[in-house]
C-alpha cells in the first residue's frame, strides 16, 4: 500500500474517482475549485439533503481515486475532507498539514457571529453535507478534524445518506461527559455522549442527529477518565475494548463510523496535545487496529481527531504530518479490499 507521488504526473483519474462534490449532481453546487490546487472549499451548505439508502453498501470500495503516473502505474490517492477547527475556532492553516498528494476537500463556512451552538451547529451542517454526499458515492471517506466534537457532523453525515451506523471512539479520554457532569466545560469531552443523546437540544437536535443507543458505541482505550464518567460507563452499555485486542467480529453489527482522536497514542509519540494521557499503545498498534478494522469491510468513515495546539517547529509539523499520512494511505489502501 502507497500513495504514488503526483508530482510532474498527469492527473487523469477515472471517471468513477472524481471528488464526490464534482459529480453525480451533489445536492448543490457547494464547491468551489480553488484554481491551481486540488484542494475544493465548501463554502455554504445547502439546507436541504439528499436522502440515499445503501442496504449492501460496497464499502469495500476505497476512498481514492486511481490515477496514472509519468510511467503509467496507477496508484490509489488519498482523499481527505478536512474541518480546520477546533470546536467553532478557525485554527491556523498550520495546524492540521495533510499530505500534498491527498485531494482535500476542505470545509470552511462563513460562521454567524455570536451563539457558539448556533455557529458550531453551522459548521456541522457543512461537514455532514459533505460527508453525506462523499457516502452516497458508496466510497469509504476520510474526516481530519481538529477535535471530536466535529464527529457529531459527521455521525450526522453518515445518517443523512440513510445509514445507521454505529461508532467506534479511539480516544484516551472517555468523552462521555454531559454539561452538568463536566467540570471543566470542555465540549470535546461530551462528543461521544452527545452523539448518544445527550444535551441533545444543544447540537444533535439542530443537526437533525438521530442519538445512538448505547450498545452501538465503543470506546477504545479510554484510560484517563473522570470519576463521573466512570460511573456513567458503569451502568451504561457502551462497549468497552483496547487497541491491542479489537477486532471487527466483536463490534456492532452494521456500517461502523472509525473514530480515532490522536490522543489515544501515547502521549509521548504525538507533540503538542491539548489534553495529553501517557500510558498509551504505539502509534503503530492504533494503526495495526485501524487496519484489522478497515480489513472488516464495514468502516464507512475513517474520522481522525487532532485535538492539537498549533505546531512549535518543523519537525513537530512534520512528525504530525507523516502520522496523518498513515492514517490516509489506510483510509485510501487497497489493503482490506
Ligand atoms: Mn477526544
Not at 240 to 250: F, H, L, N, S
Not at 320 to 334: H, I, N, T, V
Amino acid at each position: 500500500m502507497h500513495i504514488c507521488p503526483l508530482a510532474g504526473a498527469p492527473e487523469r483519474p477515472l471517471p468513477a474517482a472524481r471528488p464526490a462534490v464534482e459529480k453525480q449532481g451533489a445536492p448543490t453546487p457547494l464547491a468551489t475549485h480553488l484554481a491551481g490546487t486540488r484542494t475544493l472549499t465548501v463554502g455554504h451548505p445547502s439546507p436541504s439533503h439528499r436522502l440515499v439508502s445503501h442496504t449492501s453498501p460496497p464499502w469495500r470500495q476505497v476512498g481514492a481515486s486511481r490515477v496514472h503516473d509519468a510511467d503509467g502505474y496507477s496508484c490509489e490517492v488519498a482523499s481527505a475532507i478536512l474541518l480546520p477547527f477546533h470546536q467553532d475556532e478557525r485554527l491556523g492553516d498550520e495546524s492540521i498539514v495533510l499530505p500534498d498528494d491527498v485531494r482535500t476537500t476542505r470545509i470552511d463556512p462563513a460562521l454567524p457571529l455570536g451563539d457558539q451552538w448556533r455557529r458550531l451547529t453551522v459548521l456541522y451542517d457543512a461537514l455532514a453535507t459533505e460527508v453525506a454526499a462523499r457516502v452516497a458515492t458508496g466510497r469509504r471517506s476520510a474526516v481530519v478534524t481538529g477535535d471530536c466534537l466535529a464527529t457529531l457532523g459527521t455521525l450526522t453525515g453518515l445518517q443523512r445518506a440513510g445509514l445507521d451506523p454505529s461508532i467506534v471512539w479511539f480516544d484516551a479520554h472517555g468523552d462521555i461527559h454531559t454539561l452538568a457532569s463536566s467540570s471543566s466545560g470542555y465540549l470535546g469531552g461530551m462528543a461521544l455522549r452527545m452523539a448518544l443523546g445527550g444535551d441533545a437540544g444543544m447540537l444533535s437536535a439542530p443537526l437533525g442527529l438521530r442519538p445512538l443507543s448505547e450498545e452501538q458505541a465503543v470506546l477504545v482505550d479510554a484510560r484517563d477518565l473522570d470519576p463521573a464518567e466512570v460511573d456513567y460507563l458503569a451502568g451504561s452499555e457502551v462497549l468497552r475494548a483496547q487497541v491491542d485486542e479489537i477486532e471487527p467480529d466483536g463490534l456492532p453489527e452494521g456500517p461502523l463510523l472509525l473514530h480515532v482522536d490522536v490522543d489515544v497514542i501515547d502521549a509521548g509519540e504525538v507533540p503538542g496535545l491539548r489534553f495529553p494521557v501517557g500510558d498509551g499503545p504505539t502509534a503503530g498498534a492504533v494503526l495495526a487496529a485501524v487496519d484489522r478494522l478497515l480489513a472488516g469491510g464495514r468502516v464507512t468513515v475513517l474520522d481522525v481527531a487532532c485535538p492539537w495546539f498549533a505546531p512549535d517547529d518543523l519537525m513537530q509539523s512534520e512528525r504530525r504530518a507523516a502520522l496523518l499520512s498513515e492514517f490516509l494511505a489506510r483510509a485510501a489502501g487497497a489493503e482490506g479490499t
